[in-house]
């Protein structure tokens, strides 16, 4: 059972580059969600998508940009990286009602040098 | 901007203590509460989720929730250090219109010492 898969794992990038991370699901769940994480600030919001074809702003939202491409996949894209963006990454995905847990990916450890 | 609020710790109990985390949240509309355990360098993952006021007891965790005082707490009775884990709490609040998301607080760091 591979529930959430995030790729990739690990990404050093040099300021002002960009790229994305990848993150599908397959749970068949509606809502997929990206936080971030840094140290002794817990899981703070970036982008969420509560169903196919909607997205909407979190917490920290700016620098990012997001696609919920289908129902499985949602991607966030950095356009212009910067040290600040450093970061743990996580993606989650839920059948989307506020009764239901949330399902993380693995995470992804970013370094924005 | 809904407010979850924890302790960072470190929280230091002796092996085969109970373990007491606090957690106290901003919006008075919140329904469901979760505690997610995370191991250094891992993923959270669930151990516990109460929907209504009072106890839930499951093996040697028990939330406790008093939507009166926006009040949530996990018990870990007869700790062991393998229970040694940052331990972060998330109430659902709503972001937009269209939906809901888990706000998380920045976690208690609990060490159970041999």
């Known amino acids: 059972n591979a529930g959430v898969t995030q790729t990739p794992k690990f990404q050093v990038l040099k300021t002002g580059q960009s790229m994305t991370l990848q993150c599908a699901q397959d749970?068949?769940?509606?809502?997929m969600y990206w936080y971030r994480q840094d140290p002794g600030m817990g899981l703070r919001l970036i982008y969420y998508s509560a169903s196919e074809g909607t997205t909407d702003k979190g917490e920290v939202p700016n620098g990012y940009n997001v696609s919920r491409l289908n129902k499985r996949e949602f991607s966030l894209r950095l356009e212009s990286a910067a040290p600040s963006q450093t970061s743990v990454y996580f993606c989650?995905?839920?059948?989307?009602?506020?009764?239901?847990?949330?399902?993380f990916g693995s995470g992804t450890q970013l370094s924005v040098l | 901007q809904k407010e979850v609020e924890q302790n960072s710790g470190p929280l230091s109990v002796p092996e085969g203590a109970i373990a007491s985390l606090n957690c106290t949240y901003s919006?008075?509309?919140?329904?469901?509460f979760f505690w997610y355990r995370q191991y250094s360098g891992k993923s959270p993952e669930l151990i516990m989720f109460i929907y209504s006021n009072g106890d839930k007891e499951d093996g040697r965790f028990t939330a406790q929730l008093n939507k009166a005082s926006q009040y949530v707490s996990l018990l870990i009775r007869d700790s062991q250090p393998s229970d040694s884990a940052t331990y972060l709490c998330?109430?659902?609040?709503?972001?937009?219109?269209?939906?809901?998301?888990?706000?998380f607080g920045k976690g208690t760091s609990l060490l159970v010492t041999p």
């Open positions: 998330a109430v659902y609040g709503s972001w937009s219109n269209s939906g809901y998301a888990l706000n």
């Open positions: 749970m068949n769940h509606n809502s």
């Open positions: 919006d008075r509309g919140s329904q469901s």
């Open positions: 989650a995905s839920s059948p989307g009602s506020q009764r239901e847990k949330l399902f």
